[in-house]
């Protein structure tokens, strides 16, 4: 079954919709003091978007840290970017970049907390992950 | 000469002792952002506008005074009295940033009318704005909260209410014109003002969240109440100023959707649930894709998206990948 990570800041955005999700999920640590946390198994990112006009600095800092382990990076299935699409053309750009770089899909993307729509398409999503993880290819490190 | 026994030293703002690190973030992303309506080729536009008929550049011109209005409100009291309310000398600062940016995009209103209208019309639309009585309510209503001595928390609700709800019942134009290819560039010149206008939401509304954690349970139900009494209200004049405005070209209910769908964002600024139900806010995909040009979503769990493409290219800084 596939597990959550993710990033939340002060506005605590992407924490509120990682609780209301109702799974346990691993939260990604803001200050680059704290232990970074390894992957619970094959997992699913979820990730706010932080980008100036150009699209700089969308990925926070401490998810590209997160990432740079090669063993929690092997263990990614996906990617949500959650953003607001008031920033036009950068909107949820961060989960576009690590889909990316990563080479795994992009699997939602959501404005702020989302809406219960967004609860329910992700819900449903990752039952369906559950019932195929045997199809998942998992690459261990 | 008196001395200076019993007063609190002025302090000056050291950007190298950052309390919240969050506002030299928003600091950094306002700065990396400016910019002034002389950079959008707004003439270009020219044409584009002399296809619009009377009654379409005359509500043109009304949406943006009444955006102008909001635009001098903020500038002139709303951020100057949040500054006052201001924890850190940097948030301060940055409130500075977003008040200045205020008299930016109210500026760019004149810049699109000099460039596109009739003075006359725009006189016309001018004094309508006086006039008309939602408008006045609505920027009422957020102006009292900036009044000396009111409560610093409840204006911060209603500061996130005019910079994430209340503009929007104006950016619907530019953007239903631009997913009709018309007026663009005005539409570009707009795109700009909404980037700037979440931030400021959201950093107005995370300066909220964190002053309201320190006080008690009772006083935050007492904020939570007024915050959803306060849109209730304003949403009730937004219903009726939409009305005014659209009814004519039969588009109100489409703006009252999108009206919806940024009320529950402008909740969540505020670190709230939000208050209509997803089948209120069924935007319309044409205005959705023009607010966020080249960042489709769509469906990957049910494979109904048919863009998704794993390759595309993207701006991105590259030094801290390692891999």
Redesign the interface.
């Given at each position: 079954m596939a597990g959550l990570v993710y990033y939340s800041s002060a506005s605590g955005n992407t924490a509120r919709f990682a609780a209301r999700l109702g799974r346990p999920a691993v939260r990604i640590p803001a200050s680059p003091g704290d232990p970074m946390p390894e992957a619970p198994g094959p997992c699913l990112l979820i990730c706010p978007t932080y980008a100036d006009g150009a699209g700089r600095g969308a990925v926070p800092k401490q998810v590209i840290r997160w990432l740079n382990g090669p063993a929690r990076r092997a263990a990614l299935c996906g990617v949500i970017g959650t953003g607001n699409r008031s920033f036009g053309p950068t909107f949820a750009l961060a989960g576009r970049i690590i889909a990316e770089k990563c080479s795994v899909p992009l699997v939602h993307c959501l404005e702020l907390a989302g809406t219960p729509d967004d609860i329910a398409r992700v819900s449903a999503g990752l039952d369906l992950i559950e019932e195929r993880t045997c199809s998942i290819p998992l690459i261990t490190a | 000469m008196k001395d200076m026994t019993g007063t609190r030293p002025l302090r000056a703002v050291n950007w190298n002792r950052v309390a919240?690190p969050?506002d030299l973030?928003v600091w950094?992303?306002l700065t990396?952002?400016f910019?002034l309506p002389e950079k959008v080729p707004l003439s270009n536009d020219v044409q584009s506008w002399a296809q619009l008929s009377e009654a379409e550049q005359r509500l043109t011109i009304r949406v943006f005074t009444g955006l102008t209005l909001l635009d001098t409100i903020q500038a002139g009291t709303g951020a100057p009295a949040m500054m006052a309310d201001a924890q850190t000398p940097h948030e301060e600062a940055v409130l500075a940033n977003i008040a200045f940016m205020e008299a930016v995009h109210a500026r760019s209103y004149s810049s699109i009318f000099s460039t596109l209208c009739p003075m006359a019309e725009v006189d016309e639309a001018f004094r309508w704005a006086e006039e008309n009585p939602h408008l006045q309510a609505k920027a009422r209503a957020v102006s009292d909260t900036y009044a000396p001595g009111a409560d610093p928390l409840k204006r911060k609700i209603a500061s996130v209410f005019l910079e994430s709800f209340l503009f929007y019942s104006g950016f619907y134009l530019p953007m239903h014109w631009s997913s009709r290819a018309r007026l663009t560039n005005t539409a570009d010149l707009i795109?700009?003002i909404?980037?700037d206008?979440?931030i400021h939401g959201?950093y107005i509304?995370?300066k909220f969240?964190?002053a309201a954690a320190r006080e008690s349970d009772g006083r935050r139900a007492e904020l939570k109440d007024y915050a959803f009494s306060l849109l209730f209200d304003l949403y009730g004049i937004e219903a009726l100023y939409a009305g005014d405005l659209y009814d004519g070209s039969g588009l109100t209910e489409e703006v009252k959707a999108f009206l919806h769908y940024n009320a529950?964002?402008a909740l969540?600024?505020l670190?709230y649930e939000?208050l209509f139900?997803?089948e209120a806010?069924q935007v319309n995909p044409a205005i959705?894709a023009a607010?966020?040009?080249?960042?489709e979503?769509?469906?990957?769990?049910s494979g109904s998206g048919s863009s998704?493409v794993?390759?595309?290219a993207?701006?991105?800084?590259d030094e801290?990948?390692?891999?």
């Open positions: - | 919240d969050k973030e950094n992303r990396a952002n910019w795109r700009l909404i980037r206008e979440a959201y509304g995370l969240q964190q529950n964002k969540m600024n670190g939000a139900p997803p806010c959705l607010l966020a040009p080249d960042s979503n769509h469906d990957f769990f998704y794993i390759g595309r993207v701006p991105t800084e801290d990948w390692a891999f």
